[in-house]
């Protein structure tokens, strides 16, 4: 059983659209963070957050923003999406001690943008 | 600086052959070493973690060992089934901008054939 949702699971959108994907997690976990997966499959940090009202960006440079109003949700936004930001996008969760637990992921997003 | 450095796939075996997936790291400190699996269309999943030098971490016919000497968490399993076919992460905890967060190897994919 998931404790960490994502959805949509699949998205096709038109460019230029505003689309935000979801991310919400029951186990009241203060770190969340978003990936993207490129198609060799190696992962990129976009951003992180460390409770409500913490952002941060990551490694990758993003066009997205990201939101950390409530504990549990931490929602992703492409104002205007393009075909460049086609990918498939991962949350991740971690709670106070990552070095026993690491992190739970949610089943991802998958963005073609067209 | 931290890093993992996995063996480069594809990695294609038949049913039952043995599997060794090489992962050796750079960090400093003594990190938590991860395996992550993750199945197609799907997220991340934890498949097995170690915490301290000499450990075994197992988890479904897989095995690594933390080895400090070596600085290596190579990822084993005697027989391995079509089931397993899938993307494997190796990570470390590690220090960064973002406090304690995973490094992850850049994947390496298992194609098994029956």
């Known amino acids: 059983e998931a404790d960490i949702y994502q959805t949509p699971r699949y998205l096709v959108i038109g460019t230029g659209k505003k689309i935000t994907l979801e991310c919400s997690q029951t186990?009241?976990?203060?770190?969340m963070y978003w990936y993207q997966q490129d198609p060799g499959m190696e992962l990129h940090l976009i951003h992180y957050s460390y409770g409500v009202n913490s952002t941060e960006k990551g490694d990758l440079s993003s066009e997205s923003t990201v939101s950390r109003i409530r504990t549990e949700h931490f929602p992703l936004t492409l104002e205007s999406a393009r075909p460049s930001h086609t990918s498939q996008y991962l949350c991740?969760?971690?709670?106070?001690?990552?070095?026993?637990?690491?992190?739970?992921f949610g089943s991802g997003t998958r963005l073609t943008v067209v | 600086g931290n890093s993992v450095t996995q063996m480069e796939g594809p990695v294609t075996l038949s049913e039952e052959a043995f599997l060794t997936i090489n992962c050796t790291y750079t960090a400093t400190g003594y990190p938590s070493l991860f395996w992550y699996v993750q199945y197609p269309g799907e997220g991340l999943q934890l498949l097995l973690k170690a915490t301290k030098a000499d450990d075994k971490g197992s988890n479904k016919g897989f095995e690594a060992t933390y080895r400090k000497e070596t600085t290596s968490f190579h990822l084993e399993k005697g027989s391995v089934q079509v089931s397993d076919s899938a993307v494997y992460f190796c990570a470390l905890t590690a220090y960064n901008q973002a406090g304690t967060a995973l490094i992850f190897g850049k994947g390496t994919t298992l194609s098994v054939s029956s």
């Open positions: 991740a969760s971690s709670g106070g001690y990552l070095r026993a637990y690491g992190y739970t």
């Open positions: 186990m009241g976990h203060d770190k």
